[in-house]
């Protein structure tokens, strides 16, 4: 007996020294993002997305450097700042490099500044920062770092982008934006308005209005209301609850016009618009999906879908993420130095396979792309959202979106 | 002048929506003595049995047979879990329904997930029933009105002029009385609970395909409910009526105009000290 356990204690020794010995080849990724609570299935979806990614463009495709493999470490962080710069500390105890976060600007803010500061002390073990969908526009400008990424159009681009398309419609007289009352919720509102008065002074704003997050059960009245006021369109930043609450509602009591929003897509909300919302609901966003950007980008979905049967490809720049790190890294020929690959990002020109130019701009390293404003329908719809048969089919494209927008970032270089 | 009509009705809907929850919570209340902390919780298991069975069978299927199915459940709760806290005093048994309620709700997002479910109007309610001055009134608020008051009707009518009305009526009152005239006292507790939660399903039911099927839709409700019963007066059935239509129209006309305590204030002749 006694001989069995120390056969077993040796054998389970070599075993984890071996296997760390076998990990310590993988480049990490730490995935700090919620992977419990309310926002859970956001977190999870993402981290599959993310899995996926690196499986199917980097470690099937041979790996980097001569076959080193990317690996996906996840963190759960409850969607709470402190919790995340406790898993970021055991990240990097860990030796990871590389940090992906896109949940919450408040974690975001939260994370880039302590980033900051632990590569400000520990010059020898640095990490990154690859922010894919915060999008508060503060990360990008007063508190922009070296070593901080967004993937994502910030909020402010999406606007811009979103208030183009808008403009273009000559019949359009008068707008009305609702929100969520919180941060994100006021940012869009006062990038809605700017936007708007500078681009179509003759639009008038008849209402701007903010609701509390996730506590409305009717959102009757708030339609009456904009139907009352003869809006033309509907701007708004909900998402979840509030948005199919909002978008429903709507529809249901007579508004007639389009509803511009940044969320209305994936995670049951698509399936539970279902044939309501159709030609209605107009949404902004990154990569083409229908029609799909290129045959290696169908591929790649096709793929996903054999692996995840339930999931949605619904933040296609994570893929961008995984494609521009493992370009910078190999031209950079090393991973473990993470300023060769945070110059060889600055700059960075990238085909993305979503069918769009990405350029990551070096004085604020925010991600400069195409952007799309696409339709919920299921017409000429080829990859549809949860099952439904519905998805965002795309309608009009801004080139290379605020490619020359002003930046308040004072960039300080190692 | 329109929209104050248009409003009335709205409000309406939602009064009597909060009415269906608070006549089983305030019917329990009076019986037991307790204050049931998962009744929002069978509202919500309500609408996704309802959103289930509406797959197969249809929606009208789905929206009888889910409050049965929840009542069932909720004489169950009552008979081998309410029952045997009972003994312990009150705070026990707030306990007990208060982990209930959390635990249906990670139940739910157990087996349902966590996304919203697409539990819509039926095709033949999915138009509008007349508008006024360019808002629409959808035929389903309609069916909403008349279904429940229908059931406010039916629930005063057994409750006032029938012979089970009146022992329950009596048994509220006088339970020993009552059990030594040779009633099951318990069996009516556990049937009131029954009713009660189902009620709650029927509401879940119907409000799910408007207010939406998702996992804090008991959260969201939960709290205005017992505000509801309280100002109705714990246990009166009219007061919870009068408490859920006073709500339900003070709520709507609230989000609907813009009117800020300053604004009241400063017709009140009031200015606000230069600073």
Known sequence: ?414 | MELILVNLIDGLVTGLLLFMLSAGLTLIFSMMGVLNFAHASFYMLGAYFAYQISIALGFWVGLLVAPLIVGVLGAGVERYGLRRVHQYGHVPELIFTFGLALLIEELVQFVWGKNQMPYNIPEVLNFTAFSIAGNSIPAYKIFMIFTSVAIFIGLLYILTKTRIGMIIQAALSYPRTVESLGHNVPLIFMGVFGVGTALAGVGGGIAGPVLGTFPGMAFVLGSIVFLTIVIGGLGSLWGALVASLLIGWITTFAKSYNLAMSDILMRLAYRPPKI
């Not at chain 1, 296997?19 to 480049?27: K, P, T, V």
């Not at chain 1, 869009?188 to 639009?203: E, G, I, Q, W, Y």
């Not at chain 1, 799909?292 to 591929?299: K, L, P, V, Y």
């Not at chain 1, 910078?328 to 085909?351: F, H, K, N, P, R």
């Open chain 1, 1 to 414: 007996m006694k001989k069995m356990v120390k056969l077993g204690v040796v054998s389970t020794l070599s075993l984890v020294i071996g296997a760390s010995a076998a990990f310590a080849e993988n480049i990490k990724i730490a995935f700090i993002d919620p992977l419990s609570g309310p926002f859970a299935s956001t977190g999870t979806n993402g981290l599959h997305q993310f899995e996926f990614a690196a499986d199917h463009m980097v470690n099937e495709k041979g790996g980097v450097l001569g076959g080193t493999n990317f690996e996906i470490v996840a963190f759960d962080n409850k969607i709470s700042p402190k919790e995340s710069l406790i898993q970021l500390q055991v990240a990097i105890d860990q030796g990871i490099r590389y940090i992906a976060q896109g949940n919450s600007s408040g974690v975001a803010n939260a994370l880039t500044e302590a980033i900051a500061k632990h590569n400000r002390r520990n010059p020898d073990s640095r990490v990154l920062f690859l922010n894919y969908a915060a999008v508060d526009p503060a990360l990008t400008n007063d508190k922009c770092n070296f070593w901080h990424f967004r993937f994502d159009a910030n909020a402010d681009i999406k606007m811009d982008a979103l208030t183009d398309v808008m403009s273009a419609d000559e019949s359009l007289k008068k707008v009305y934006i609702i929100g969520q009352d919180y941060s994100f919720g006021k940012a869009v509102a006062a990038a809605a308005v700017s936007n708007l008065t500078d681009k179509r002074p003759d639009v008038e704003i008849v209402g701007n209005e903010l609701h509390p997050i996730g506590k409305v059960k009717d959102f009757t009245p708030y339609s009456r209301k904009i139907v009352a006021s003869e809006a033309d369109a509907v701007i708004t930043g909900n998402w979840g609850a509030d948005m199919l609450g909002l978008g429903k509602s709507l529809i249901e009591n007579g508004y007639d016009g389009p509803i511009f929003t940044y969320y209305a897509a994936g995670s049951g909300i698509t399936a539970a618009f279902g044939d309501t919302a159709k030609g209605r609901i107009r949404l902004i966003s990154q990569g083409a999906i229908n029609p799909i950007g290129s045959d290696t980008a169908r591929e790649t979905y096709n793929a996903f879908k054999v692996k995840y049967p339930e999931g949605n490809i619904d933040q296609s720049r994570i893929f961008n993420v995984i494609g521009m790190l493992s370009t910078a890294i190999e031209a950079a020929g090393t991973a473990d130095d993470v300023v060769a690959v945070a110059s060889q990002l600055e700059g960075m020109e990238y085909d993305s396979m979503w069918g769009t130019k990405l350029f990551m701009r070096p004085q604020d390293h925010q991600i400069i792309q195409n952007l799309n404003v696409g339709v919920h329908t299921n017409d000429d719809v080829e990859f549809d959202y949860d099952n439904s048969g519905y998805g965002i089919v795309t309608e009009s494209t801004v080139e290379m979106a605020s490619m020359d927008s002003p930046t308040t970032c004072k960039m300080k270089r190692p």
